[in-house]
């Protein structure tokens, strides 16, 4: 069965200051990775999606990458309004509709 | 248009009322979704459409009927829920490529009294 593992479950940044999120996953054969983030109350809204290991992605702040085993979200000088949860999931070859979610990382940026 | 769509943004139901969930995207996306989401916990996969068919339902409980009227809009039935079905419901589209990128709604908060 998929896991998808996420940790830290909460961090507290100042802003500024740099940091990483883990996802770390085992699943047969992985079709994609994705990085969501999450506002209280609101749905999921899409970040990035990375298909094989050594890929890269950047938005403004947040770069993700993406090994065999696992998945970094990079947060460089966050702000604020980076505060948020951020779910990885993941989908397998033989399941490519099916999204399977880790429990995400609670972020939140002091100013 | 690049967003999905969802009404009501809240409902309160009782458990013997019949109520409805409604979402609607015009990205052309053939492949659609219902999630359930409980507080703190990650999005759980429901339901999927693809091309306007039933093509996943993850063992979900039958007073959760969902229907695909057309290639745009995808409806939830509910009736007779359990408190414990209280959760915010959420809706996605993607396109039918593989992998495929989901684009969510902002969900409905259910409160089933």
């Known amino acids: 069965e998929d896991q998808v593992t996420q940790s830290p479950e909460a961090l507290r940044l100042q802003e500024g200051e740099s940091s990483s999120l883990n996802c770390s996953y085992t699943?047969?054969?992985?079709?994609?990775l994705f990085w969501y983030r999450q506002d209280p109350g609101k749905g999921p809204e899409f970040l990035f999606t990375l298909y094989s290991a050594g890929e890269e992605k950047e938005k403004e702040r947040l770069k993700a990458t993406l090994t065999k085993k696992e998945s970094f979200l990079h947060i460089t000088a966050p702000k604020p309004e980076d505060s948020a949860t951020y779910l990885c999931?993941?989908?397998?070859?033989?399941?490519?509709?099916?999204?399977?979610f880790g429990t995400g990382t609670r972020l939140l940026v002091s100013p | 248009d690049t967003e999905v769509t969802q009404t009501p943004k809240h409902l309160v139901m009782g458990m013997t009322n019949k109520k409805s969930l409604k979402c609607e995207q015009h990205m052309g996306h053939r492949a659609m979704y219902w999630y359930k989401q409980k507080a703190k916990k990650p999005p759980e996969l429901m339901f999927v459409y693809s091309y306007e068919k039933l093509s996943i339902n993850e063992s979900v409980p039958s007073r959760f009927s969902p229907e695909c009227p057309n290639s745009s809009l995808l409806n939830l039935h509910l009736h007779a829920l359990q408190p414990e079905d209280s959760a915010l419901y959420l809706c996605a589209s993607s396109p039918l490529q593989s992998p495929n990128e989901q684009f969510f709604g902002p969900g409905t908060r259910l409160t089933v009294l």
């Open positions: 999931a993941v989908q397998e070859n033989t399941g490519f509709q099916k999204l399977v």
């Open positions: 699943v047969s054969g992985l079709r994609g």
